[in-house]
């Protein structure tokens, strides 16, 4: 029957376009099916030997396969021509690594700031905030600092432009948290308030304009010089991991009276004297005192109801410090080669 050869040359055609693999093969199948020898071409040149009765059966028959074969030809072509099927893409080979996912972690300073406020809370320390810019009263007045104290100046402080009638600035120390916090709280109480300050300093191997600090606040009803000698070996003990020792030395800042520069014994020779200490066997650290009765005062607090101390240091330097960098730009200059050490 010449209907059932049409039909299995269209089975035959189709089967083997869809297993078709490349582009030759394709235009190969197209010579064997459509060419001017295939078998479909010979039964339509035969067309014209056939009766009346046979062409109109066969005729059609004939053309509608032949066009059906052909739009089988064009998906073909055209799913070749689009990416999505490449089989040499498409296949997987398990045996390929993986693609290497790249993980950021902490910088160096919040791992810092992070083990500090470890230290801290582990010794019953709450942990407070307070704005980066902040009024003339916050900054300046409260901790009492004089009108005409130098840090007031347009050369060591980032002043801005405000609308109201109250000067406001980067804060130069993160001092204002005492005030703030001293507002709504009453003691006893300690708190550590770490945070980013801002100085109008030329900046080198040891100063920059933005840094961050940690200010340490305990204020109760008998609080003395004890206290803060005896926190200060602890915290510095734990955060270098070694024994340190505190030295106090006689110094001014108008918050606090007494005030204090302190030092803490070498972390590199403990004391006996080596190059990082130039011999003295100490390094210096940062400023503390007792709180001074104003500041109380501007807080709201009755006068010489409570004693307390509070302390102030550069988080940079411990970091410095502890990790024997010797030039604090390299904190925020973005060098990966540095920050990818810690
Ligand atoms: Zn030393």
Redesign the pocket.
């Known amino acids: 029957m010449l209907e059932q050869k049409i039909l299995n040359i269209k089975i035959e055609a189709l089967k083997a376009i869809k297993e078709a693999r490349t582009t030759e093969q394709l235009s190969d199948l197209r010579v064997k099916y459509l060419g001017r020898k295939s078998e479909l071409n010979e039964v339509l040149k035969g067309l014209k030997d056939m009766t009346p009765e046979e062409k109109k059966k066969v005729g059609p028959m004939a053309n509608m396969v032949k066009q059906e074969i052909e739009s089988g030809f064009q998906e073909a072509e055209r799913l070749f021509r689009s990416k999505s099927f490449n089989f040499e893409a498409e296949s997987i080979d398990i045996t390929i690594p993986g693609k290497e996912i790249k993980q950021g972690h902490l910088h160096i300073l919040s791992q810092i700031q992070n083990e500090i406020e470890d230290i801290f809370t582990s010794m019953g320390f709450e942990i407070a905030d307070g704005p980066e810019v902040e009024t003339e009263f916050y900054n300046f007045d409260a901790l009492n600092i004089p009108k005409d104290h130098p840090a007031r100046d347009l050369w060591d402080t980032f002043w801005i432009k405000s609308e109201g009638k109250e000067r406001i600035a980067l804060r130069p120390h993160t001092s204002p948290v005492q005030v703030r916090y001293m507002e709504k709280h009453r003691p006893p109480f300690r708190i550590i308030a770490p945070g980013k300050c801002f100085r109008n300093e030329a900046t080198d191997a040891t100063h920059e304009h933005s840094f961050y600090q940690f200010e340490a606040l305990v204020v109760g009803e008998d609080i003395n010089v004890g206290h803060f000698k005896f926190i200060g070996e602890q915290f510095f003990s734990k955060f270098f991991n070694r024994d340190i020792k505190i030295r106090l030395r006689p110094s001014f800042f108008p918050f606090v009276e007494p005030g204090f520069e302190f030092d803490i014994s070498?972390?590199?020779?403990?004391?006996?004297?080596?190059?990082?200490?130039?011999?003295?066997?100490?390094?210096e650290i940062g400023g503390a005192g007792m709180v001074n009765q104003n500041v109380f005062a501007a807080a709201g607090y009755p006068k010489n109801k409570y004693q307390g101390f509070a302390w102030g240091f550069g988080l940079e330097r411990l970091a410095m410090m502890k990790y024997k960098i010797d030039d604090i730009r390299l904190f925020h200059s973005g060098d990966l080669r540095f920050i990818k050490q810690f």
Do not use: E, Q
Not at 266 to 283: A, E
């Open positions: 070498c972390t590199v020779c403990d004391g006996k004297g080596c190059k990082s200490c130039k011999g003295g066997g100490w390094l």
